[in-house]
């Protein structure tokens, strides 16, 4: 079954069965590596992306439910140069071990896009959709703010 979408505003097509999820069509088919697999259970974020610029667990998503729709992965969240939200993690430091930071950062832009002066409890409440296994929490934080200061 083909399906039509479009991935960081580049049209593509993919012939798989359409109960495949999105996160290996991403990974395996078009080799956007940036979104990674983490539980599998939409628990820990770590495969997020955007969705017509809404956070979505890649692992969940059937491919057939973004026929005709726009994604957005960490490759293209800012192009050309590094997303305000990119430097601000860089700044302060943020991965340890850096596998959970793709997801992270596509949720905080999820909330910026929406809310551009969160304050340090909204920040708090909407990355709790996302786990760091290291525990960076307070730089992600950090960088969250220091991304919406620095803009």
């Not at 940036?34 to 974020?45: D, R, S």
């Not at 997020?48 to 973004?66: K, L, N, W, Y």
């Not at 860089?90 to 910026?112: F, K, R, W």
Request: glycine share 10%; hydrophobic share 35%.
């Amino acid at each position: 079954m083909a399906v039509d979408f479009r991935v960081n505003g580049r049209p593509v097509r993919v012939d798989v069965p359409g109960s495949t999820r999105l996160l290996w069509v991403l990974r395996e088919h078009l080799k956007l590596t940036g979104t990674k697999y983490g539980c599998g259970a939409a628990q820990c974020g770590a495969c997020m992306v955007h969705i017509d610029g809404e956070p979505t667990f890649s692992c969940q998503t059937p491919v057939e439910a973004v026929r005709g729709r726009s994604v957005t992965t960490i490759e293209g969240l800012s192009q050309p140069g590094l997303h305000p939200l990119q430097r601000a993690w860089l700044a302060e430091h943020v991965p340890q071990c850096g596998y959970c930071q793709s997801g992270q950062i596509m949720n905080a832009a999820a909330l910026l896009a929406k809310n551009p002066r969160p304050t340090r409890t909204e920040i708090i409440e909407h990355m709790s959709a996302n786990i760091c296994r290291c525990g960076t929490y307070q730089r992600i934080v950090r960088a969250i703010e220091r991304a919406v200061r620095e803009g």
